[in-house]
Every structure is written in C-alpha cells, then in structure tokens.
C-alpha cells in the first residue's frame, strides 16, 4: 500500500501530466493538503521529488511553479539531444553487450504491448518505455559525460508531453525506429544507429513545435 507521500506524489504527478496544473500554476501546499486530505508533510515531500524530475520548479520563498519551457528552450533541447544520442548510439553500437541488446529489445516489447495508447495511462507507460530504451544506449556507451548531459536534458515531462502529441501513426513510427536502433547496435552497425536516432530526435523536435503554442508551453496542453 502507497505510503501518503508516494500517493500525494503521483496524484500530483498524474494532474501535472493531464494539465490539471497549467505550465508556470502555482502549487501551494496548504491547499494542495486539503485536496488531498493529507498533512502538508507528504506533500512537501512529494514537491521535492517532482521537483527533482523536472515536473516543476520551487522557487526559494516563492512556493512550486508547474514547469514551463519557451519555444527557444525546446529547440536547444531538442537539438543537443540529437547531437548527444547520435554519439551515444554509435558508441552504444560499438561495443554492444548482451545484457544491454537484452534491455533494448524489452523496452521495445514494453511500448508496443501498449499500442495503441488510447489513455492517459498507456501513454505513460509508453512513455516509462521509452525513457528506459533511451537510458540504456546512454548507459552502454560508456560515455559518463555524455550519459551526464542527457541527463539533464531529457527531463520526464517534458517526453511524456512529447508522446502526448504523437497520433497512432507516429507512435509506431517510433517504436520501429526503437527496433531499427535496437538491431543496428545488436549488429555491431554505428553509422546506421547514430542515424536512425538522430532522425528519430528530430521527428520528436518537430511534432513537439508543432503543437507548441507561440512562447512558453508546460507539462501538458
């Protein structure tokens, strides 16, 4: 059984997913505790992980804001993480490991089980998916600066909001770039790995802005 920090966690989580809170929204504690029927404890504590995941931002003596990224951060973002997973791939595909090919072609198996992701919960489960396939070439890579930088880069929100904009058919475009990916670094082949990712980014890039509003644009729309 959930303790009431983790349920106040992922309540708040599952809100700031569905666009409950709006990008930049204040969260208060007091409040938040009286919707919840929970001690403000927990749901300082819950603030604290959403806030490590990047799902909003505390702001010393001002309180918890809902993330929120300007048009300009998206692109930055986007276009770092194909040139930072493009490498990571190619490296990944040098030196590939039968653990990792392993761990790859289960992540590709854990999206598709859930296609087609018509709820708000098989689009989190895609999305939990393809975070660990992403997190895997970046640990097989061998590259710790390079996995560091990702890091920081492909926040959780900001994917599953991604993978909120993505219809049917470009949710299986995707996975199947997983399983090309998957296949190229199993068989030892660099430059079709790095390519194929950094297509697969730059697709991600482009469906985002597109359903991105003109200035900023938060967890959820």
Sequence with gaps: MATAWEQSYLT???????????????????????????????????????????????????????????????????????????????????RPTATGVAALFAACEAGEACMPASTLAAMETVSDANVRFHQTIWEMSGQARTRSMLGTLAVPPMILRNFRHFDEANLRRSLAQHREMAAAIASRNPSLAGAVMRAHVEAGKAIFLAAAPQGTTGAAT
């Design 12 to 94: 708040l989580r599952r809100r700031l997913a569905d666009g409950t809170y709006p990008a930049g929204s204040r969260l208060r504690e007091e409040e938040l505790a009286a919707q919840l029927g929970v001690s403000r404890t927990p749901i300082r504590e819950a603030l604290r992980r959403l806030d490590a995941e990047g799902w909003l931002r505390v702001v010393p003596n001002q309180g918890a804001f809902a993330a929120e990224w300007s048009r300009q951060d998206i692109e930055e973002i986007f276009d770092l993480r194909a040139l930072l997973e493009a490498h990571a791939c190619e490296q990944a595909a040098m």
